[in-house]
């Protein structure tokens, strides 16, 4: 059994900083890929970052060089630090982790519930 537990979500100023992270419980595959997503009302999911087992990283236009995503492999966990938050930036993020296919398809095995971000004006 493999679960994805978030946490570091909360309410922020714009401007401010706020870093999530995600800790993989149970076995999970090495050279995984794990990623962060978000989706806000009425807008689909989108990607924000991903990472692969050995550290490379992509990340969406919007990041625009604010955010950074890492990852601790001895504890199968996954952070976001998210700097110079925007309103729009308001979103639930996600966390997920894949096989190393995930890093072109997108496609997870495993989906965490979501951690609430609220950035105000």
């Known amino acids: 059994q493999v679960q994805l537990v978030e946490s570091g979500g909360g309410l922020v100023q714009a401007g401010g900083s706020l870093r999530l992270s995600c800790a993989a419980s149970g076995s999970i595959f090495s050279g995984n890929v794990m990623g962060w997503y978000r989706q806000a009302p009425g807008k689909q999911r989108e990607l924000v970052a991903l990472?692969?087992?050995?550290?490379?990283?992509r990340y969406a236009d919007f990041v625009a060089g604010r955010f950074a995503i890492s990852r601790d492999n001895a504890k199968n966990t996954v952070y976001l630090q998210m700097n110079h938050l925007r309103p729009e930036d308001t979103a639930v993020y996600y966390c997920?982790?894949?096989?190393?296919?995930?890093?072109?398809?997108?496609?997870?095995?495993?989906w965490g519930q979501g951690t609430q971000v609220i950035v105000s004006s």
């Open positions: 990472i692969t087992s050995g550290s490379f990283a």
């Open positions: 997920a982790v894949g096989r190393p296919t995930a890093w072109s398809t997108e496609r997870y095995d495993y």
